[in-house]
């Protein structure tokens, strides 16, 4: 329809939620959710390694594309699960950046599996990239919303590969 709107964007090559409103109402009380930080947004990603701190916070500056200005991030990460140097790791944004993940997991020296840009390990076999939205989290007009995201096949292909049992109903 014309009246959807696109209300937050990912990565082309990340799967998982996206919010589109059907109105311009809900359109409007969207985007002040996601402005004031409203909406809990969670993401899974298989990533090569595992990072020395199993959780924390990290505060990193990225600098913009289009007018070098430097932009400050906060994501919380957790790593849930990890076997034959791969692990399976909770990113849970507190601002939403180009990249942002991306370029954190590359920080923590575990870059994203079939992350073409961030991920300098070329030995391994062309895969996808390895990170989805998998969960959102909001309150609208006195409603809890808790949504989920499938798994994209080749996700859990790659974990089973790398002998990862994940169950996603335990986050």
């Given at each position: 329809?014309?009246?959807?709107n696109l209300?937050?964007?990912?990565d082309r090559e990340?799967?998982g939620?996206?919010i ?7 359109t ?9 930080q409203?909406?809990k ?6 990533c090569?390694?595992?990072p ?10 990225i ?7 430097v932009?400050?991030?906060k994501?919380f ?6 076997n034959?140097?791969t692990s399976l790791?909770k990113f849970?944004?507190k601002?939403g ?6 370029l954190?997991a590359k920080n ?8 073409l840009?961030y991920n ?6 062309r895969e996808?990239?390895?990170l989805n939205?998998f969960?959102?989290?909001?309150n609208?007009e006195?409603?809890e ?18 002998n ?8």
């Open positions: 329809s014309e009246n959807y209300v937050h964007r990912l990340t799967s939620l996206m589109i409103a059907k109105n311009l109402q809900y409007r009380l969207f985007g002040k959710l996601f402005k004031s409203k909406i947004k969670t993401y899974l990603a298989i090569e390694g595992v020395k701190i199993k959780e924390s916070y990290v505060d990193l500056d600098k913009s594309d289009i007018n070098d200005k932009i400050q991030t994501t990460y957790k790593v849930l699960l990890y034959n140097n790791i849970e944004p601002t950046k180009k990249h942002q993940l991306r954190v923590l020296g575990c870059p994203i599996v079939g992350d840009k300098l390990n070329q030995n391994k076999q996808n990239l390895k939205a969960m959102l989290e909001f609208t006195d409603n919303f808790k949504i989920t995201s499938a798994l994209p096949k080749d996700f859990t292909n790659y974990l089973k590969l790398k990862i049992k994940f169950n996603p109903t335990t986050i």
